[in-house]
């Protein structure tokens, strides 16, 4: 009988073993040069500022060298991953090639009828919920948990809101894998309870049926967020008592803002002498989001004529950095370097207001001095970031070759 462990958090100390392997596929020679030059680099009449923070987090290096070393470890089983293990096509798409099988996540979870008791099932970056965790747990397959420490952190506090009889009120997107984990810890406790605003105008609607001026009352209330609500959900019983917690990779601006305005509600509604009976809050941002953020505030403090932001469509942290840059200066968010042609001259980008790729082609002026502002999401690796910039230069006739 085999003695290998069956839940496995902290790889396998094949470190050393994948990171050729790793470096080979991840790292990029435009950044490391602009890494060297202070994140500056100037060609011809072409300035490319670079954030101080960007691309891939710890959590994000951690998960995909765990992907690796799993791999090499081994080398003959069946290896799955639940769901995507972080939201990049290309990473993703390398895990593929490695012949690891990607699970793909339905309303009810991940499907895991075709996994046998001898396979291995990675859990991605952003966790799994305790149902899917659970369930892994009873085939008795080997499990090689990636989960993010930031995310975990999360789930302590959504955890004790629970147990204290609070609803956890989490700042982030209902459909996210990370938010499904986070609001599933809940369950731990019976009757725990959790609802999920996605933005400050959703956090309104809440603050305003606390207040008893929600429009349409209860029904309306529930038309509108039982989705994304735990199925017992009950605004009349359960905005009595309420926790924030967050998304690690939304908007933090925004997310502060949200726990600061319920607070001041339940205090308005409740008594400030009430306060803490009613309302909890705790910032579960990530560090990284936040560095990320604070970066590309600080280069957006210089004068640029555009912004460029890498990263998955599909990935939160890239969305808030882009946020934060249209509000600044013109903003492209591009998944790859394939979204500008030099050629044609076009980009394909993702419009912020409709969440869907859109193409243009007068980006980027022809001729004359300009700035261009780059930064990338937590899962976007530093070789889809040089090829950007190749491309940025290319599209203005310059040959990347011979920045030196
Ligand atoms: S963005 Fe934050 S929470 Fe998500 S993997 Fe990176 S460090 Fe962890």
Redesign the pocket.
Known sequence: MSSEPTYVRKGFGLKAAVQDTLTADYDGQLVDLLLAREHTLVAGEVTIRLAKEFGF????ER?VEYAYQTRLKFPDKRIFLAGEI?HNPHVNAKLREMGIVFLKPSDKGFDYSGVEPADVVILP??GVTIHDFETLRAKGCVMVDTT????LNVWKRVEAYAKDGFTSLIHGKYYHE?TRATASQVEKYPGGTYLVVRDMAQAEDVMAYIAGSFAGGRDAFLTKYAHAASPHFDPDKHLQRIGVANQ??MLARESLAIGEAVGATMERVFGAEHRAAHFRTFDTI????QDRQDAVNALLAEPLDLMLVIGGYNSS?TISLAALCAERVHTFHVEDATGIDPETKEIRHRALATGQEVSETSWLPSTGAIRVGITAG?STPNNKIGETVARVLLTRGLDPATVV
């Open positions: 987090c710890y959590g994000v998960a972080i970056a952003f993010c420490g930031s995310v990370e690690t990779t990530c560090s990284a989001t942290n937590a």
